[in-house]
């Protein structure tokens, strides 16, 4: 899996592409689940009422999705200075990595990647054209169908919805039960039929260091 996936060693190699990867199938999901939820003209459910948990640093016990997972009760972007570092072009968006990464490059033809030296934190912005059609205005209905496909992961935990340049997006928070070095955070929406998204994977002690990380990079995302 990534760098920070199998052992102590960071093998850059191996860590984006995965990272990538699974930024495109999950997208592909979560747009088929909007459009299954808007063919059907079902409204959105009602706000989450449970509060979001921190990562640990150790291996999770492998639970259901469907049981361990939680959600945040706002929405928004915080208010966080924007991220300066490397910055991440694709199709219809633009973000920058936070100071001190270096770019990474792309490794599925849809992304762009930048990585944190001597560590196991990368992170990919994904921009492809969503075949399966769904919105952005029913973020509960991306997540549950994203909750569908989740079935290898553990500590799923939705987050506050935030905003990309003024798109509602949906924001999880997740650990592979394969994986003890990283903790995954998963930022995504559909915008004019395309599936936009944004993956961290981020050791857990950067998690708690560092907590408006992700917001930085989500506060420098526009739209081109």
């Known amino acids: ?28 999901v979560l747009a088929a689940g909007a459009a299954a ?7 959105p459910s009602t706000n989450p009422s449970s509060s979001p948990t921190g990562p640990s640093d150790g291996a999770t016990t492998p639970t259901s999705p469907a049981t361990s997972a939680t959600t ?4 928004g972007t915080p208010s966080v200075a924007p991220a300066t570092g490397p910055e991440l072009v694709v199709k219809t968006a633009t973000a920058h990595a936070p100071q001190g990464w270096r770019a990474s490059g792309s490794l599925i033809g849809t992304d762009q990647g930048a990585l944190q030296p001597s560590t196991f934190n990368t992170l990919s912005l994904d921009d492809h054209v969503n075949l399966s059609g769904g919105s952005s ?15 290898g992961l553990t500590d799923v935990t939705r ?3 935030v905003s990309l340049a003024g798109t509602p997006a949906l924001h999880v928070r997740y650990q592979s039960k394969d994986d003890r070095f990283v903790v995954t955070d998963m930022v995504t929406t559909v915008r004019a039929d395309r599936s936009i998204t944004l993956s961290f994977s981020l050791e857990p002690k950067t998690v708690r260091q560092q907590p408006e990380l992700v917001d930085s990079v989500i506060a420098s995302f526009a739209w081109r």
Request: overall charge negative; glycine content about 12%; proline content about 5%.
């Open 1 to 28: 899996m990534r760098g920070g996936d199998s052992g102590p060693t960071v093998d850059v190699a191996r860590s984006q592409p995965l990272a990538g990867v699974l930024s495109l199938v999950v997208a592909l």
């Open 37 to 43: 939820c808007d063919d059907s003209g079902a409204a």
């Open 72 to 75: 945040g009760a706002s929405t």
């Open 137 to 151: 205005s029913d973020l509960d209905a991306i997540y549950q169908a994203f909750l569908g496909v989740s079935k």
């Open 159 to 161: 987050l506050p919805d």
